[in-house]
C-alpha cells in the first residue's frame, strides 16, 4: 500500500502518460523552467498542488526532512551551480485550489521593503511567454512539474549544470522525499533575503521581507536557499497555528506589511 501522497503521484503520473499523444516529446522538459508551460501544465498544476500534504503536517514532516538533509542538499546545489538560482521547499498546502484556477505570483514593494504575493488566478489568463514556474513537485512518469507560477520570463540556466535536475529528482526518490521536499525557484529579487510567509484568508499567500533574522521558537523553516553571496542560509519561515497550520491573517495584504515591519522595527 502506498502513503496517500505517494499513491496520488502514481496515479497523476499514468493518467499524464496517456492523456496527451504529445506528452513523450516533454517528457525531458521540465515545464515552466527548460520550456514553456502549456495551457495543460496550468491545468495540471491544481492537481498536483491538491494532493499535496496539508499545512498542519508540517511540523511532523517537512520540516524534519528538510532539516535532516539540508547539508547534502546545500553540498548538492553547490556541486551542480544551481543556488543562485534554485532552492529547496517543503511540499505542503494552505487551501484547495478549484478546477479552472493555478497559482501566481508577483513582486510588490512596501516603503523599501520586497514583498510576493501568491493568488488564484483563471486558467484562461495565463501567459505562457511572461509566466515561469517558481515551485516543483516531482510527479512519477513526468519529473518535476509546476504547482505555483511566477508572473516572469523563464529563468537563464545557462550557468546550471544539465544534470542538476536528473540528480535533484534522483535524490529525492532515493530517499523516499518525494512528498515531502521540492524545488523552488528563486525570484531574483528575493535572492539574498529571508522572508516570512502569511497566509490570506481569500486563498492567497504573501511573503514579506524580513529585516531582522525571524528563527525562532514560533517559527518553522519552509524553504531553504545557498546563494553565493550569503555566507549562510537563505530562508523562509512560516509562524505556524496551534494545530500545526499556518497563521492565517483576516486583513489586506498591505495592512499586513504596515503591520510587520512596524512590529519588526520595534526595539526588543
Not at 518535476?144 to 544539465?162: I, M
Not at 532515493?174 to 502569511?198: A, K, N
Request: with cysteine.
Amino acid at each position: 500500500m502506498y502513503p496517500r501522497n505517494d499513491y496520488d503521484d502514481l496515479i497523476l503520473g499514468f493518467e499524464q502518460l496517456t492523456k496527451s499523444d504529445n506528452a513523450s516529446q516533454y517528457d525531458d522538459l521540465i515545464p515552466g523552467l527548460e520550456r514553456l508551460a502549456t495551457s495543460d501544465d496550468v491545468g495540471l498544476s491544481c492537481e498536483y498542488h491538491n494532493t499535496l500534504l496539508p499545512d498542519n503536517t508540517l511540523s511532523d514532516v517537512g520540516v524534519h526532512d528538510l532539516d535532516e538533509h539540508r547539508e547534502r542538499l546545500r553540498q548538492l546545489f553547490k556541486r551542480f551551480n544551481a543556488h543562485d538560482k534554485f532552492g529547496v521547499n517543503t511540499l505542503h498546502s494552505h487551501f484547495h485550489v478549484p478546477d479552472g484556477y493555478h497559482l501566481a505570483g508577483d513582486l510588490g514593494d512596501f516603503e523599501e521593503h520586497r514583498y510576493y504575493l501568491t493568488q488564484g488566478a483563471v486558467n484562461e489568463t495565463f501567459n505562457p511567454k511572461g509566466s515561469c514556474g517558481r515551485k516543483f513537485k516531482f510527479v512519477l512518469g513526468q519529473g518535476l512539474r509546476p504547482y505555483e507560477f511566477h508572473r516572469g520570463p523563464l529563468p537563464d540556466l545557462s550557468k546550471v549544470d544539465s544534470e542538476f535536475f536528473s540528480q535533484f529528482t534522483n535524490y529525492l526518490v532515493e530517499h523516499s522525499l518525494t512528498s515531502t521536499l521540492g524545488l523552488e525557484y528563486i525570484v531574483p529579487e528575493l535572492l539574498l533575503v529571508d522572508m516570512l510567509e502569511f497566509i490570506l484568508p481569500n486563498g492567497g499567500m504573501l511573503l514579506a521581507e524580513a529585516t531582522s533574522p525571524c528563527s525562532n521558537d514560533h517559527t518553522v523553516t519552509t524553504g531553504l536557499g545557498w546563494p553565493s553571496d550569503l555566507t549562510g542560509e537563505r530562508k523562509i519561515e512560516c509562524v505556524p497555528q496551534p494545530d500545526g497550520g499556518h497563521e492565517q491573517m483576516d486583513i489586506k495584504p498591505k495592512e499586513i506589511l504596515r503591520i510587520f515591519y512596524m512590529v519588526d522595527q520595534t526595539p526588543h
